[in-house]
C-alpha cells in the first residue's frame, strides 16, 4: 500500500486509511477479537503488509519445531495452539506483536515456517479526494445483452456479502439470479443512515459481474468474506475451501494482500495445496489492487489466478492506479463504473460527505474490473457449452488479441 503521492498531507492520509481499517474491524469483530495492525518500511511511508495481531500460523507438521524455536530465542510459548483450515495451526501469542515474533522465530526456523496471519483489504481505490470514492449517481447499469447458448455458469462472489436493501432500491433486475443462500453483508450502515466504507461493496461487485455474464445461464452466490473491509488470510481461505468444495466454476475475489519481500501468504499456499489443485475445473479470478505498484499483490500474483487489472473508462490505457507487472494476466476497465449503492450519507476520508438517493454509485477500483473478467469467463462457459478452465482461456485469448502496446492483454467491457 502506497502513498499515491508524496508529502508529509499523503503520508497523513495514508495513516488515516489504516486507522478506518483498524476501526471498522474492531466495530464489527466484537466477538472476534480482530485487531489489525500494520507493518510500515523505514521512512514510515509505506504500509509493507497489514495482519491480524496477536496470532502467528504454521503448518501441522512444523508446530513442533516452531514451539522449539520460542525456546531458542527465549520467548514464552503461545498461549494456546489450535486447529486451523487446510492443515494449519493457530497459535495464539496473547499480547506480543506478530509481525515482530514472526521474524524473530524466522532466524531460528527459517522464512516461511511461521508468519502472520495476513489481512486482506479491499482496495477500494480511495485516494485524498471524494471523486476517487463512490460518487452519487444515476442509473442503468451500463450491461451486455443475455448470451446465446446452452451452457450454464455457477460463480461465487467473494466479498462483504449481499444486500438485498441496496439491490431492491436500485431497481436492477439481474439480481433476481443471486442465490437465496448468499450471505448478508449485515453492516452496510455504521450508524443514523451513515454507510460503512465499503458497505455495499459486494452487492456492487456483483451487479458489475451480472452486467457482463447476463443472468439467463447463471447462478450467483455471494459470500461475506470481508470484516470492515478486511478480512484475515485464515479466514477467507476457510471460507474458499467451502466454496470450492461446494462446487463452483468460478470464484471472483475482489480483496488482496502484500506480504513480506519475496514471500507469498502461508494459508494461501496451504488452500491451493490442499484443496484447489484437486478441483482443476475451479476458475479463481482475483483483483489485482490499486496502488500503482509491481510488487505481487496475493492471491491475484499465484500463477493458478486470473489477476486483472484496471483500464481507463474507454479501455484504452491502463489507470495510473492499477497494479501491473508480470503477474497480471488481463486487464478490464475498473474506472468510473456505474453500480448499485446504498442510499444514506457518505462521509469520505477528507471529512466531506454527500447524500447519495438514487440507489446508485459511480465507483473505481480493481474490484470492478476483476468481476467484469469474471463474467466473460461465465459468458463463453454459456454460449460455447464449454468448462471453466476452457473459458477462461477462450478470453484470455481474445484479451491478447485486442492488447495494446501501452496496455497489455485486454478485455473490452
Not at 491480524?52 to 531458542?72: K, M, N, P, T, W
Not at 461465465?378 to 457449452?385: K, S, V
Amino acid at each position: 500500500m502506497r502513498e499515491p503521492q508524496s508529502g508529509r498531507s499523503n503520508r497523513a492520509a495514508l495513516v488515516g486509511q489504516v486507522e478506518r481499517l483498524q476501526r471498522n474491524c474492531g466495530s464489527r469483530s466484537a466477538n472476534r477479537d480482530f485487531t489489525l495492525a500494520a507493518s510500515w518500511n523505514r521512512e514510515g511511508t509505506e504500509v509493507d503488509f497489514l495482519y491480524r495481531d496477536h496470532l502467528l500460523i504454521c503448518d501441522s507438521h512444523e508446530v513442533d519445531d516452531v514451539l522449539e524455536a520460542f525456546d531458542q530465542i527465549r520467548e514464552d510459548r503461545p498461549v494456546s495452539v489450535t486447529d486451523g483450515p487446510v492443515g494449519l495451526k493457530v497459535l495464539d501469542i496473547g499480547d506480543r506483536d506478530a509481525g515482530q515474533l514472526s521474524d524473530a522465530l524466522a532466524d531460528v526456523v527459517g522464512d516461511d515456517v511461521v508468519t502472520p496471519n495476513h489481512v486482506l483489504d479491499v482496495q477500494g481505490f480511495s485516494s485524498f479526494c471524494p471523486a476517487t470514492e463512490p460518487v452519487p449517481w444515476r442509473p442503468p447499469v451500463t450491461e451486455f445483452g443475455e448470451p446465446a447458448g446452452p451452457g450454464r455458469s455457477r460463480v461465487a462472489v467473494v466479498d462483504t456479502g449481499y444486500r438485498a436493501s441496496i439491490a431492491q432500491d436500485s431497481g436492477y433486475g439481474r439480481f433476481s439470479v443471486v442465490d437465496r443462500n448468499s450471505e448478508t453483508d449485515d453492516a452496510v450502515y455504521a450508524r443514523n443512515n451513515v454507510i460503512q466504507p465499503y458497505g455495499g461493496h459486494g452487492t456492487a461487485t456483483t451487479a458489475r459481474l451480472l452486467a457482463v455474464s447476463g443472468a439467463g445461464s447463471v447462478s450467483v452466490r455471494v459470500r461475506d468474506s470481508l470484516v470492515g473491509g478486511a478480512v484475515d488470510e485464515l479466514t477467507i481461505v476457510q471460507d474458499l475451501e467451502r466454496t470450492v468444495a461446494n462446487g463452483v466454476d468460478i470464484v471472483s475475489i475482489q480483496a488482496g494482500l502484500y506480504a513480506r519481500a519475496g514471500r507469498s501468504p502461508k494459508a494461501f499456499n496451504a488452500f491451493y495445496r490442499r484443496v484447489l489443485r484437486h478441483h482443476p475445473e475451479t476458475v479463481i479470478v482475483v483483483a489485482a489492487g490499486n496502488d500503482g505498484s509491481d510488487r505481487p499483490f496475493w492471491p491475484a500474483a499465484y500463477d493458478w489466478c486470473t489477476a486483472v487489472g484496471a483500464l481507463t473508462h474507454g479501455g484504452d490505457a491502463r489507470t495510473g492506479w492499477t497494479n501491473y507487472g508480470y503477474w497480471v494476466d488481463v486487464y478490464a476497465s475498473g474506472e468510473n463504473i456505474v453500480v448499485p449503492f446504498p442510499n444514506g450519507t457518505y462521509e469520505y476520508l477528507d471529512g466531506f460527505s454527500v447524500n447519495f438517493t438514487q440507489g446508485h454509485a459511480i465507483w473505481s477500483g480493481t474490484s470492478f474490473a476483476a468481476p467484469a473478467v469474471a463474467g466473460m469467463i461465465a459468458r463463453r462457459m454459456i454460449e460455447r457449452d464449454v468448462d471453466a478452465p476452457t473459458a477462461r482461456d477462450i478470453v484470455l485469448a481474445e484479451a491478447a488479441v485486442a492488447a495494446l502496446p501501452s496496455t497489455g492483454p485486454r478485455v473490452l467491457v
